[in-house]
């Protein structure tokens, strides 16, 4: 849309009290049309986190709302903010009551995600990007910007006037355009370095879905069909790898994509024992083809075969849900629901096998895609009983079976327990704890991987992975919301949830590093979080709201470090025999390790309302939020020399605001504020940022890593002032 469309679009819809005179015999048109300045000043070197999904750029604010009533039940509502702006939403409702109703959009957004970086390539933005390496100096590079535009536009219409059948239809189009961050490794090693990239995005996503259905107050049924299409305009981008000669190496993007979906869904009410019976039914299928690469870049300006079994990959995904439950209530004072959930994904899609070729080899199986599929049946009960007025107490089991082809874990079941106590007995009280219980077993089946303890293999017969990990979980809530006074509101809610997890694997000697650590991986989490809120005061005269939130989160892990790609059988004067055992002693080559990741985040907040006068509405409010992250790391005999990392993702962020709204008269009324943000960041993995790794950069290693600043100068402060002047009608 132009800004000469939108000065026209708003030029006539200013003209709206002209129009509402017009019709003033048919319709009432109602609204208000606000317009005005935005200056903001945001220091800071790169202003990415600040404009990160808004436009702060200096320029006009706009806002329009217009409503229509109608003699003959017809309606609508318009509404548009931020008219030209890259933060821009306009929409459009209506209809008819009982007959029919509508929705027309278009939602803007950007995503900022660097500003003022640099690169060595040219062409960003496009599928090739070129650059003569090496380049050690960052001086000499390109400055580029990172981020892209999101634009939904689309809309619904629902017809209602064969009541009770319905029918409706929706389709929308996404598109984005722009670039986002990406890297790519030189080599075929960590140890060659990597550099950053800029990929190209022009994303176009069209939705399209009907439904009709059937509703009174005793039975509900309705059928829906959705079909999406995703479109690429880039599948590839190229770019010369400064570890192999400056030869053309290409990432591989996004692959187009079709998507359709079925549901079904019934509802039965009024049934005896006061019960209803809802089931619903879904069918979906993902689908796209793309062709394999069959040469990739290997060495000096070199491309070897990938030898792959076929030429083009036609992937299928289809995933089949049943669900249904019913509830009931077969005395006053219990309601009870018992449900059942079917889940399943087919997975029909090419077996690729790359065989093995120079520099890669998967073994005699080559290296081929899983195709991932799952079953899952979940069971479940719920009931609460009233026991006195005011008093509820309620209990629950789920069982939940998955089978899968993961080569991990075959089977994972799940049993799920809970108790609730509710208490509304006391007026102005509400109270409510409420206790979970979890656990997971699972079916290991790397038990035996590896020949022996010189086989890398054999490291994952000790590794298990949290999502699949049996574990045990215990988790508690508490919520209160207390009126003690008039003008006084509380509100308190706590959490505490923890997660042991247990050996599935085999396990090895005690270390000295901890008394769980029998496994590799996560060996436990927990979380713990208060909220705290106050309200004081009369609206009409002054009221405060205050709010504090802190949160407390712990993992614990146990790792094994090997130097080698294979057990070497001295290093040194060490001998590295059984190095992927961790149940053999330490050594400098092959160690156990152990970390404690903890973060604290909290925040703060107050607000102000003041009706200074009869006419003039004063709004302030403050807010802070920190983060505090760092890792313990502690290994075997030292071995390694690690660390702790006393700034992992640390943060503060504080906010001010400041608004008055001053009603002029009737019809006119003026907006004026200040906004004031400062963001800091502390992380170990940034802090010290340079554009080449190592730094200086040099000619003569072409491992050398080429970086482009993303989120190593994210820090700023902003100054936003701002105004309207609204006119009422």
Request: aromatic share 14%.
């Amino acid at each position: 849309m132009t800004r000469k469309l939108l000065s026209v679009l708003i030029a006539g819809l200013c003209a709206a009290p002209a129009l509402a005179q017009e019709l003033d015999a048919k319709w009432i048109i109602t609204g208000e049309v606000s317009v005005g300045p935005i200056i903001s000043d945001v220091d800071a070197k790169d202003r990415s986190k600040a404009e990160q999904y808004r436009d702060l750029s200096d320029g006009a604010l706009s806002r329009i709302l217009v409503r229509g009533r109608g003699p003959a039940a017809d309606w609508f509502d318009f509404y548009g903010e931020n008219f030209g702006r890259d933060d821009m939403f306009v929409e459009l409702r209506g209809g008819r009551y009982d007959a029919f109703k509508y929705r027309v959009y278009t939602d803007w957004m950007t995503q900022n995600r660097l500003f003022n970086g640099r690169t060595p390539f040219s062409g960003a933005g496009g599928a090739d990007l070129r650059a003569t390496f090496p380049q050690p100096d960052p001086n000499t590079w390109n400055s580029i910007d990172i981020g892209h535009d999101r634009r939904d536009t689309g809309g619904w219409f629902e017809w209602q006037r064969n009541s009770p059948l319905y029918f409706r239809v929706d389709a929308n189009v996404v598109e984005r355009d722009g670039t986002k961050i990406g890297s790519s490794s030189n080599g075929t090693s960590p140890g060659n370095g990597f550099t950053d990239l800029i990929i190209p995005i022009d994303y176009r996503t069209t939705n399209a879905s009907a439904e009709i259905g059937y509703n009174t107050p005793q039975y509900h049924f309705a059928a829906n069909y959705l079909i999406s299409q995703f479109d690429s305009g880039f599948k590839t981008v190229t770019w010369n790898n400064p570890f192999w000669a400056n030869g053309i190496d290409t990432t591989h993007l996004a692959p187009d994509n079709k998507y359709q979906r079925i549901g079904l869904n019934g509802t039965v009410r009024q049934l005896p024992l006061n019960s209803t019976f809802a089931a619903r039914f879904t069918w979906d299928r993902l689908e796209s083809d793309t062709d394999l690469a069959t040469t990739a870049l290997n060495g000096n300006n070199v491309f070897g075969a990938t030898n792959p079994n076929v030429g083009t990959f036609n992937g299928k995904v289809e995933n089949t849900t049943f669900s249904a439950a019913w509830s009931a209530m077969p005395w006053r004072t219990v309601d009870t629901r018992v449900y059942y959930t079917y889940q399943k994904r087919e997975n029909d899609s090419t077996q690729v096998v790359f065989q093995p070729v120079s520099g890669l080899d998967c073994g005699a199986d080559g290296c081929r895609n899983l195709l991932y599929t799952y079953e899952r049946n979940i069971f479940g009960f719920d009931a609460y009983w009233r026991f006195t007025k005011g008093n509820r107490l309620g209990g629950g089991a789920e069982y939940l079976k998955q089978d899968q082809n993961r080569p991990d874990y075959d089977e994972i079941k799940d049993t799920k327990f809970f108790l609730e106590y509710r208490n509304t007995m006391v007026e102005g009280l509400s109270a409510r704890i409420k206790y979970k219980y979890l656990d997971r077993d699972s079916n290991f089946l790397l038990g035996n991987e590896g020949v022996n303890a010189n086989d890398a293999a054999y490291l994952e017969r000790f590794i298990g992975r949290f999502d699949g990990q049996p574990v045990k979980r215990q988790e508690v809530k508490f919520y209160l919301d207390w009126t003690p006074a008039a003008l006084l509101d509380l509100a308190v809610e706590a959490t505490w949830k923890k997660n042991d997890y247990k050996r599935s694997g085999a396990s090895f000697a005690s270390s000295p590093i901890g008394p769980n650590d029998d496994f590799l991986g996560r060996t436990k989490d927990e979380r713990k979080e208060l909220y705290l809120s106050a309200s004081f005061g009369d609206p009409s005269k002054l009221r405060a709201t205050a709010f504090y939130d802190v949160e407390w989160i712990r993992y614990d892990s146990f790792h094994r470090n090997v130097g080698a790609g294979s057990c070497p059988t001295t290093s040194g004067t060490t001998t590295a025999v059984d190095c992927f055992d961790p149940g053999t002693a330490p050594n400098s080559v092959a160690y156990n390790w152990a970390a404690q990741n903890k973060d604290k985040n909290w925040q703060f907040g107050v607000g102000v309302d003041w009706p200074a006068l009869s006419n003039l509405m004063l709004k302030a409010s403050y807010l802070l939020v920190k983060t505090d992250g760092k890792a313990d790391i502690s290994a075997q005999n030292n071995f390694g020399n690690p660390l702790p990392i006393g700034a992992y993702d640390d943060t503060k962020t504080q906010s001010f605001n400041l608004k008055a709204i001053w009603d002029v008269n009737k019809s006119w009324q003026v907006t004026g504020g200040y906004a004031y943000e400062k963001y800091d960041y502390s992380d170990d993995q940034y802090n010290g940022y340079q554009y080449t790794i190592p730094f200086p950069g040099v000619t003569n290693n072409t491992s050398q890593s080429y970086l482009n600043g993303f989120n190593a100068f994210r820090p700023y402060t902003s100054n936003i002032f701002y105004a309207l002047a609204t006119y009422k009608f």
